[in-house]
Every structure is written in structure tokens, then in C-alpha cells.
């Protein structure tokens, strides 16, 4: 884990970038107690000890299925549901953490990929066992932004600095054609690109993270500024960093301010989360 200071930081973004109806403005100064949080989102390995230890059988393992995106399937995949607005994504029978991509996949080439088709309950429950918890929206903007002001992405404004890629996300014509220029179709190791200035791999990209907030668009227009934790109640929980999926063209919210949510017993094969712990 990494120990952050905290203090005073700008959060949320109102620029040309933002999806509106996800609340990511306005620009607000909020306050955060020091803090440590996880340089890496837990990984298959990780994920693998907490279930052995515990027993803990997840929410998609219960459900029989999960979400997959359908590139991922293999091409003579049984036919399978999709999603009516979304319909690269698949609900996969057999679909769960041990077996990302379907019943035929398994963790072997990914031990130090991030876990994922864990829910919100999972990773709490994963938290508990860790002697950890989720970070809220704030810690996690916070850490994302690593200090740089009013950036788009943990190091700056530019999605590929001099033709660098600096974190696994699409490049192609989404959901058909990945050219794979950052190396990576799926998920990549944990830690397989730079960490940000405050140590941190893979703020955005690779995988969705869970955090402990339910997620509201708008009520932190008037939540405390101070160590916010988000609305009493709600029905989603928050998610922050975009994943392997994004691109420009169709869900840019892959920046340290994009925000998404989904219901607390939800999985799918591209959210996972990181751990945090309140510091001193
Ligand atoms: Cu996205």
C-alpha cells in the first residue's frame, strides 16, 4: 500500500469531456484525512487466497453467470443473452472470477491480472477479511489524480503522450476491431503500465473499480467537503476508472473524474477494485 498525505484537492471536472448526466462537475475543493490505498487493484492471485481462506463463494458464482464482453468468447461460443442497449455484452453461464472469459477459460495466463465478476458485495467482503475497505469517490479521484490539478488522466491531459500508451484501454473501431496498440485485447497485469506520481498502477483502464459510495449524479453538490462519503442510501454503487473497453468514440469515461455505478450484487469481466485503509 501506498500512505497519501491528503489535504485539499480539486475533484470533479466541468470541461468539454464530461458525461453530463453522471455528475462529474462541478469542480469542488474537498479535504481527505492521509490515507493508504492499494498500488495495484487486487489480482486474480490475491482474490485466489481471500477464497481459499474463507470459503467465500462470489455473487456470479451464485448466479451461475456473468457478463462477458463477447470478443473475449471464443468464435463457436453456444449462443448466449446480451444486453438490449449494449449488446457486446454477454451473460455467460459459467462466467465468474476463476473463469473470466466463460466455462472454458481459466486464471492460468492471469494470476497478476485484476480480479474480476466480483460484486460490490465481494469486494467488501474481500475488504473485511483484508482488514481493509473500499475507498470512497474522493480518496479514489484523489489518488487517481496523484497532485496534477484539473488533469484528465493520472498523468496529464494527453491520452497518448508522444504516441506512448499509458494504461489498457480500446484503440480501433469499437466493439469490433481492437488494434491492440497499448498491447492488451482484455484485461493486462496489475501493474503492467507506469504507476502514477503517487505510486499507483492502472487509476484508469484495465478494469472498473468499486468504491464505497452509493452513487448519486448530483448530491455531492451538497455533501460535506470534508472526507465526503456519498449519499446515506441509494441503489448503485459507485465505480471509477473506465476499463479495457473505453474509447472516444462511445464511453470516454476513462479519466480520473468519469463516474459510473451499477447495483451491489453485479459482476462483470471488466470491474474489480483496489483496497484502502484509513492511515495513523
Ligand atoms: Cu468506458
Redesign the pocket.
Known amino acids: 500500500m501506498v500512505t497519501l498525505p491528503g489535504g485539499d484537492f480539486l475533484m470533479g471536472n466541468a470541461g468539454r469531456h464530461v458525461v453530463p448526466h453522471d455528475g462529474e462537475g462541478p469542480v469542488r475543493h474537498v479535504r481527505l484525512d492521509p490515507f493508504s490505498i492499494d498500488a495495484c487493484a487486487v489480482s486474480n492471485a490475491d482474490f485466489a487466497r481471500f477464497a481459499e481462506a474463507t470459503g467465500h463463494v462470489t455473487e456470479a458464482e451464485r448466479f451461475g453467470w456473468s457478463f462477458v464482453f463477447a470478443g473475449l468468447l471464443p468464435d463457436d461460443f453456444p449462443p448466449t443473452r446480451g444486453v438490449a442497449d449494449a449488446p457486446w455484452w454477454r451473460q455467460v453461464e459459467g462466467a465468474d472470477w476463476g473463469h473470466p472469459d466463460g466455462p472454458q477459460s481459466d486464471l492460468a495466463e492471469r494470476l497478476d491480472h485484476p480480479v474480476v465478476h466480483v460484486s460490490w458485495h465481494d469486494a467488501q467482503a474481500y475488504c473485511a477479511w483484508a482488514g481493509k475497505q473500499l475507498p470512497t469517490e474522493a480518496q479514489w479521484e484523489y489518488a487517481a489524480r496523484a497532485g496534477l490539478e484539473r488533469k484528465r488522466f493520472p498523468w496529464g491531459d494527453e491520452l497518448e503522450p508522444e504516441g506512448k500508451h499509458l494504461m489498457n484501454v480500446w484503440q480501433g473501431a469499437f466493439p469490433g476491431e481492437n488494434s491492440l496498440g497499448d498491447g492488451f485485447y482484455g484485461t493486462c497485469p496489475v501493474d503492467a503500465f507506469a504507476p502514477n506520481g503517487f505510486g499507483l498502477h492502472n487509476m484508469t483502464g484495465n478494469v472498473w473499480e468499486w468504491c464505497a459510495d452509493w452513487f448519486h449524479p448530483h448530491f455531492h453538490t451538497r455533501d460535506t467537503r470534508s472526507n465526503p462519503q456519498g449519499p446515506p442510501e441509494g441503489a448503485n454503487r459507485s465505480t471509477r476508472g473506465?476499463?479495457y473497453?473505453?474509447h472516444e468514440s462511445y464511453?470516454a469515461?476513462?479519466t480520473v473524474s468519469a463516474r459510473n455505478s451499477m447495483t451491489p450484487d453485479s459482476a462483470t469481466g471488466n470491474t474489480g477494485f483496489r483496497c484502502c485503509l484509513p492511515s495513523g
Open positions: 473506465g476499463s473497453l473505453c464511453c469515461r476513462y
